[in-house]
C-alpha cells in the first residue's frame, strides 16, 4: 500500500532525443503558444540528460545514442 504523500509526487515527462535533434534548446519547436519562455540551450553532453531552468521540462538523450563530435 503506498502513503499518502507518494500519491502527490508529480510524475516528470521526460522529452527523448536522438543525437539528430542536437543542439536541444527549450521551448522547442513544437511547444504550444501557452508554454512559450525566453529560449534557452540545454547541455546534455556531461550527463546525456538536462532540465530547463524556465519550465523544469527534462531532456534525455535516447538509450544507444552517441553525440556527435565537432
Same mark, same amino acid.
Not at 500500500?1 to 539528430?20: C, T
Not at 501557452?34 to 529560449?39: F, G, K, N, T
Given at each position: /500500500?503506498?502513503? $499518502?504523500?507518494? &500519491?502527490?509526487?508529480?510524475?516528470?515527462?521526460?522529452? *527523448? @532525443?536522438?543525437? =539528430? =535533434? #542536437?543542439?536541444? +534548446? %527549450? !521551448?522547442?519547436?513544437?511547444? !504550444? @503558444?501557452?508554454? /512559450?519562455?525566453?529560449?534557452?540551450?540545454?547541455?546534455?553532453? &556531461?550527463?546525456? /540528460?538536462?532540465? %530547463? !531552468? +524556465? %519550465?523544469? $521540462?527534462? +531532456?534525455? #538523450? &535516447? *538509450?544507444? *545514442? &552517441? #553525440?556527435?563530435?565537432?
Amino acid at each position: /500500500m503506498s502513503s $499518502a504523500s507518494e &500519491k502527490n509526487v508529480p510524475q516528470i515527462d521526460i522529452i *527523448e @532525443l536522438s543525437a =539528430d =535533434d #542536437l543542439p536541444v +534548446y %527549450c !521551448p522547442g519547436p513544437h511547444a !504550444p @503558444l501557452w508554454s /512559450m519562455h525566453p529560449r534557452v540551450y540545454i547541455d546534455i553532453s &556531461k550527463t546525456g /540528460m538536462g532540465s %530547463c !531552468p +524556465y %519550465c523544469s $521540462a527534462t +531532456y534525455k #538523450l &535516447k *538509450e544507444g *545514442e &552517441k #553525440l556527435h563530435s565537432h
